[in-house]
Each structure stands twice: as structure tokens, then as C-alpha cells.
């Protein structure tokens, strides 16, 4: 029997990293969270125990801090694109390495109504990151914003759908919208700012999501990735996966109470998803 080794890949997982850019007025602070996979040419490790084409993980640790030192963090997607860059051009050994990259969003504190120069506050689950698979000859670059959370009180119904024997929901002209945005989209070309870009985008969701007459969640992703694509011509497809947080109104009627929809019992579990994947070729 012929045993074969299959694809593989090593790397390091969730290097952290907080870079600190101390300019004369204030300071600026970026945090990421990478990951990083190499593959390649590296069969005799696992069958003969040879290390020599193996870049150790501890190195790519390091790199990632050396990077940091020597270049400011503009962006999750331009320091993906600097590791891959550093990793293909010194390792002939490796074919392609995949990094990923989560920001942590920080603000600036606000003190006496004016921008604190060095405190900063984090108070959201929301997250900017960014995956990228390169070889010497190609790259496949995303961007995701996952974790933005937003709500609705009106403007979104739910009716007219499939019922079977053990359907009990009841139809909603005027119900509560609310979701946590997870958007990922994938580049056609590398955009001159990948800052302004991925705050166009998140904007641009925001604004479809309140702005939208919505019949259901489906119709509502729908509208909010086709306006991304009809305004950043430079992305190619946008997945969204949108949860479908629920707020059931609650019956005050043995306290012989009226409840005109302004009393809601937020649930998390279970929830419906909702996913799609929207493509301008």
C-alpha cells in the first residue's frame, strides 16, 4: 500500500501585535491579530524528519514584529500583502502563504468635547479584517467587516411565506429589524486606499440597511450588496451572512396592559441566517 502525503501547510496562529506611532501632537494605535499559513515544498519534513526547508513558526512571529517596527500599519490588507511579499521573495521552498489579519477598532477618547492625544476606547464586538492567499504569480485578496451590529424599529415586514403542518409564526407587516453584519468582499485590483475603501463599504451597508423597505432579511442582504457593488467598481463579489436577531413583542395583556409594539423581549437563541454571495463579473 502507497501511502502519499496529501496538501499540507504550517504557520502561526493569533501573533498580536499593537503598534504605537508616536507623532509630536498625538498618538496613533493600530492592533492586529494574524494568522499565518505557508505551503510548499515540504514532504521531507513530514516523511524523513528533514527540517531544512522549514522555516520555523517562531521566525514568522518575529517577522511580524520586525515588519511592524520598520513600517507603519496603514491598513489589515496592505500588512497581509507586506508579510506575504517578505515570506515568497526569501523562501523558494514555499509556493503560497495565506495571512489573515483582524483589527481591533480603537477610538479616541473624548475629553472636555476635544480628542484625547492618547487614550482610547474599545467597546464594540465589532471587527475589520482581512485574508489574503498568495503565490508568486497571483493574489486573492478579502476584506470583512464582522460583528456590526444594527437594529430598525420599522420599515421591515415578513409575509406571504411557505407554511407547512408545523408552522406557527405569524405574519408582520411592522417588526423589528436587527442583525450583526459579517460582509466580506474580494478585490479586483488593490484600491489606491484600502482605509477609505473598507470605510466606504461599511458606510455604504449601513445606509442600505436603514434605507431599505425590507420584505424579509433575504431582500434586505440583497439590496445591501448590490449597492456595494454598484459603487466600488474595484470589488468583484461581496458575501453577507446576517443573523436574524429577534424581538418578539411581549404580551402585557394579563396586566391588563396595551402593548402598540413599544415592549419587545430580545432573544439570541435560536436565530435564523441568512447568507448570500453577490457577484459583478
Keep these: ?25 498625538r498618538h496613533d494605535i493600530k492592533e492586529l491579530t494574524l494568522s499565518i499559513r ?19 513558526t517562531d521566525t514568522m512571529k518575529n517577522t511580524v514584529y520586525a515588519l511592524a517596527k520598520q513600517h507603519a500599519i ?10 506575504a511579499e517578505h515570506f515568497l521573495s526569501r523562501n523558494p521552498q514555499v509556493s503560497r502563504v495565506r495571512v489573515e489579519a483582524a483589527q481591533t477598532l480603537w477610538s479616541r477618547l473624548s475629553v472636555e468635547g476635544k480628542p484625547h492625544p492618547h487614550t482610547f476606547t474599545s467597546s464594540t464586538s465589532e471587527k475589520r479584517t482581512a485574508a489574503l492567499s498568495a503565490t508568486r504569480e497571483e493574489k486573492t485578496l478579502h476584506a470583512e467587516i464582522e460583528g456590526l451590529v444594527v437594529l430598525k424599529t420599522t420599515d421591515s415586514a415578513f409575509e406571504n411565506f411557505l407554511r407547512d403542518q408545523y408552522t406557527t409564526l ?7 429589524l436587527a442583525t450583526a453584519i459579517r460582509a466580506a468582499w474580494l478585490y479586483r485590483d488593490n484600491p489606491a486606499d484600502f482605509d477609505s475603501t473598507w470605510h466606504g463599504v461599511r458606510q455604504t451597508l ?20 448590490e449597492a456595494v457593488l454598484k459603487k466600488f467598481t474595484g470589488i468583484r463579489e461581496v458575501h453577507l451572512s446576517l443573523p436574524n436577531k429577534h424581538y418578539n413583542l411581549f404580551n402585557l395583556s394579563p396586566f391588563h396592559l396595551d402593548n402598540p409594539k413599544e415592549i419587545f423581549l430580545p432573544t439570541d437563541e435560536p436565530h435564523g441566517l441568512i447568507e448570500a454571495t453577490l457577484s459583478n463579473d
Design 170 to 176: 405569524k405574519e408582520d407587516r411592522d417588526r423589528i
Design 206 to 225: 449601513l445606509e442600505s440597511f436603514a434605507g431599505h423597505d425590507s420584505e424579509s432579511l433575504q431582500h434586505t442582504l440583497y439590496a445591501m450588496g
Design 38 to 56: 505557508l505551503e510548499g515544498d515540504f514532504e521531507l519534513a513530514h516523511t524523513k524528519g528533514d527540517n531544512r526547508k522549514v522555516l520555523p
Design 1 to 25: 500500500m502507497a501511502i502519499r502525503l496529501g496538501k499540507n501547510n504550517y504557520g502561526k496562529q493569533r501573533v498580536r501585535v499593537l503598534q504605537v506611532v508616536r507623532r509630536p501632537d
Design 74 to 83: 496603514e491598513s489589515p490588507e496592505e500588512f497581509c500583502l507586506r508579510l
